[in-house]
């Protein structure tokens, strides 16, 4: 009971507080300014870094600072240090994923293979390895150690796994007609 007493007084001054001065309700719920110390001065305009700017930064802040280095875990804080760096680049370039996501963006190899590389390595796999050995869909997770570079399971990893045409392809088998796995 108390508390709703509490709550409607706050509510009751706040009301007579914006009636009574020369404030309106946008006064303190106005969009936050941006300020122009987190975008790069291209000498014309105040403006985000692209891709390649960024990458080349992110490679030259590395080389310069060794022991603290940008890495996909550090950037959303060390992103401050390189003027023009966008805070989230994955919603800032639409394409980031296609570029080759933070490899990609910082320059180091990747963890994983690309899908090519998977149904490559899947299919010369299967071509020398026994019967009873062979990747299979039952025994992907099983057998995926054996390929350095697999991922843990490519239908979540590969966001156009299914478009690509699904296990089918990627065990080198060709898929149904008008079936995709």
């Known amino acids: 009971m108390f508390v709703h007493k509490l709550l409607y007084q706050v509510l009751c001054f706040y009301i007579s507080f914006i009636s009574f001065q020369s404030f309106s309700a946008d006064t303190f719920f106005k969009e936050p300014v941006q300020h122009h110390n987190k975008t790069f001065w291209s000498g014309t305009e105040y403006r ?12 030259k802040y590395n080389q310069n600072n060794p022991q603290e280095p940008i890495n996909s875990r550090s950037y959303p804080i060390l992103y401050r240090e390189i003027p023009g760096a966008p805070a989230g680049p994955w919603t800032y370039y639409p394409d980031f994923k296609e570029r080759g996501s933070w490899p990609g963006l910082l320059g ?74």
């Open 48 to 59: 985000w870094l692209t891709w390649e700017e960024l990458h080349q930064a992110i490679i």
């Open 108 to 181: 180091t190899p990747p963890k994983h293979l690309s899908l090519n590389q998977l149904i490559k390595a899947i299919v010369d796999y299967n071509n020398i390895a026994p019967k009873d050995k062979k990747i299979n869909f039952n025994t992907y997770r099983k057998w995926r150690k054996k390929i350095p570079g697999a991922p843990p399971w490519p239908p979540t990893f590969y966001p156009d796994f299914k478009e690509r045409g699904g296990w089918s392809i990627l065990l080198g088998k060709p898929c149904p007609k008008g079936f995709v796995s």
